[in-house]
């Protein structure tokens, strides 16, 4: 009976009339710098139980009071600097300044919002005010704004805190990162001690440092300051509990409960213990329709790679679009079986690589406005070796990034010709879709490290050859046949597609987000030169080449099955690197392809691109959750609106759920 009222439910729905349906979704919202701001849409959410969206609703405003954490975590002065901002701002009638000075102050804490704080979220560069500092002033003397003097050195003078985090050789590297996962004074050296001689070697190790930040006492000891209600940002923390707490009575299953029961006792207590529990309970959380993250997840912002930068996303499983990764995932051991790496670096037994497609409801932390468009967890290996891990790739993000360039003459500019471009209209949102799914379901989980080798063996590059790995995986198998035989592609050609978009993107179209004479440093665009460049280097019978015409660069394909053989071959030796933990051939590779700059043609596509007036960055707004409840309190009806502009969004975060005191 629910199976037909389903079915009658979503024919309905279909024929509705709502003006979600019927009339065009305005995905671009904003554009500032190097940035522009979409909406995503949240399809299916009204074909959720009223159950479900209360837990959505719960969920979202856990989400969303953590958003100070970030700030602070990517540097010490954010929060004050940021409220400073704000204030200015809510008082622009007594500034009484020209609407030139005020549109570049604006654009100055857009950006603000947008990094969560003063540094380039992919660059990791401060960025500097177009106003001067006595402007800055002489607005909050008029205006009656008190801010501490201290943010001004840092605000703006370019020396100050000039790298969010320093990845260069042979400098401390806590010393030259503003990002505040160390207390003033603590050096790189103090740091790698306390962590070795606190490091867990226990066949399940406590993630050690996860949540906290290490500090200098008075008596010039390191101690942990630890994240937790109660503690260093206990004051967010508390509203986050509160509100999982909430979430827990709508809880789809018992699993889900246990889920949120732990990670409620890890926010109360810090103890990394429960913290491995709430993993390992939610990787094993496969039935309940919506999921999330919430927490100290990711290490890529601390410069040693082991505190977690706080994080959330609220989703719910996208059903079609699931079927196609599980598909994938079923077929997990065809793949690892028939990839291109020697035998001795597969797995015998490829398992725990669950794989679905989700719709986000919500983005905070790490994941807002700039987001990921895929997740894997949990990060601790062991916990991923036992249990396995979740994979998702989330499809109304990239959609919504696909709809916004549409008719933005980029690929009318980069693309050799229009045979590319027909291809490419055709097929390409698909093979994108199609490579996240073989990325995250089937290339990180393939293959296995030899015995005695550790994940962390590649040190600093770690993160790059990783990426390749998975990318690689997934680039190799776009081409094959399995792929149209199980009904994933709808001819043998469509990779294409795909393939023509990596080789472009990664030789030269992701250089529109490097600023001339930068190298790259993000581990994804890394992989992603490194692969194409890697490629044309290797292209000994011009499978693939730039080509140059009318005085343009463009990429040319002239073998499709050779490229595929190039991408299977450096498969192969990014997973021997990978598997024997081959540190100096990890160095080499990336120092060679990924990390340097062809000059002139990143000048030459720098002007090509900026003719056509797009932002390289995408971040997004997110919906508002309307929510009605009956005199009880209890919740009758959560319905979204998508009206918010992205200043307004901010405004209303700063003033609805900022916690933290300006300094922590
Ligand atoms: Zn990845």
């Known amino acids: 009976m629910n199976k037909h009222l389903f079915i009658c439910i979503a024919a309905v729905c279909l024929l509705c009339g709502c003006n979600r349906h019927n009339q065009s979704f305005q995905y671009n919202v904003d554009k500032f710098y190097d940035l522009e701001i979409l909406r995503y849409d949240v399809p299916e959410f009204d074909q959720l139980t009223l159950q479900q969206k209360s837990l959505i609703y719960c969920l979202s405003e856990a989400a969303l009071w953590g958003r100070d954490i970030l700030f602070d975590q990517n540097g010490r002065y954010n929060l004050r600097i940021r409220r400073a901002c704000e204030a200015l701002y809510l008082n622009k009638d007594k500034v009484q300044c020209t609407d030139q000075d005020w549109a570049v102050f604006e654009k100055y804490l857009k950006r603000v919002w947008f990094s969560n704080g003063i ?7 401060k960025f500097l005010p177009e106003f001067t500092q006595e402007w800055f002033v002489a607005a909050c003397d008029k205006a009656g704004v008190t801010y501490d003097a201290a943010i001004l050195p840092v605000m703006f003078d370019p020396a100050v805190m000039p790298k969010r985090m320093s990845q260069q050789d042979g400098v401390d590297l806590i010393a030259e990162s503003a990002g505040n996962y160390y207390g003033e004074g603590v050096t790189q050296a103090e740091a790698e001690a306390w962590y070795a001689t606190h490091k867990d070697n226990s066949p399940e190790p406590l993630w050690i440092g996860l949540n906290s930040q290490l500090v200098k006492n008075e008596k010039g000891e390191i101690v942990e300051r630890v994240y937790q209600v109660g503690g260093l940002y206990g004051e967010a923390l508390e509203h986050v509990v509160y509100w999982l707490k909430e979430a827990r009575q709508y809880a789809e299953n018992d699993q889900q409960r246990l889920v949120l029961d732990k990670l409620i006792a890890f926010n109360e207590t810090g103890d990394l213990k429960l913290f491995n529990e709430y993993c390992i309970a939610w990787v094993k959380d496969l039935d309940s329709r919506v999921d999330f993250v919430n927490g100290f997840t990711e290490t890529y912002s601390d410069p040693l790679g082991i505190t977690g930068t706080w994080e959330s996303m609220v989703n719910f499983k996208d059903m079609k679009a699931t079927r196609r990764a599980q598909l994938i995932s079923e077929n997990a051991q065809w793949f690892e079986d028939h990839s291109t790496t020697d035998p001795k670096y597969k797995k015998e037994e490829v398992k725990g690589v669950s794989a679905k497609v989700i719709t986000a409801a919500i983005l905070a932390g790490d994941c807002y406005p700039a987001t990921p468009i895929g997740i894997n967890l949990p990060n601790a290996n062991w916990i991923r070796k036992a249990y396995g891990s979740k994979s998702v790739t989330i499809d109304n993000l990239m959609h919504a990034y696909n709809e916004a360039a549409k008719g933005n003459g980029f690929n009318e500019e980069f693309m050799i010709d229009d045979e590319i471009r027909a291809i490419y209209t055709e097929y390409g949102a698909q093979c994108g879709d199609l490579h996240t799914d073989l990325h995250e379901c089937v290339g990180h989980g393939s293959g296995k490290l030899m015995p005695g080798v550790t994940k962390d063996a590649l040190k600093e590059h770690a993160s790059t050859i990783e990426e390749a790995r998975a990318d690689l995986f997934g680039l190799y198998y776009l081409a094959d046949p399995k792929l149209v035989e199980l009904g994933l592609l709808p001819n043998t050609g469509a990779y294409k597609a795909g393939y023509y978009q990596q080789m472009m993107n990664g030789a030269m179209t992701q250089l529109v987000r490097i600023e001339p004479g930068k190298d790259i440093e993000e581990a994804h665009m890394r992989n992603r030169q490194l692969i194409a460049n890697w490629v044309l280097d290797h292209a000994a019978n011009k499978e693939v080449e730039i080509i140059m015409r009318d005085g343009k660069s463009f990429l040319q394909i002239n073998d499709y099955e050779g490229l595929r053989r190039l991408y299977g071959e450096l498969l192969a030796e990014i997973q021997r690197i990978t ?18 700059v062809n000059p002139e043609l990143h000048k030459e596509v720098l002007e090509r691109f900026a003719k056509l007036n797009i932002a390289p ?15 009880d309190g209890d919740i009758t009806d959560v319905a979204l609106d998508f009206t918010e502009g992205y200043v307004e969004q901010h405004l209303r975060y700063s003033r609805d759920y900022s916690p933290l005191p300006s300094v922590n």
């Open 119 to 125: 540094h380039h979220h992919y660059s990791e560069d």
């Open 579 to 596: 598997s024997e933990g081959d540190y100096p051939a990890a160095k080499a590779i990336v120092e060679k392809y990924a990390v340097k």
């Open 617 to 631: 960055y995408k971040g997004f707004v997110n919906p508002v959750y309307k929510v009605e409840r009956n005199a």
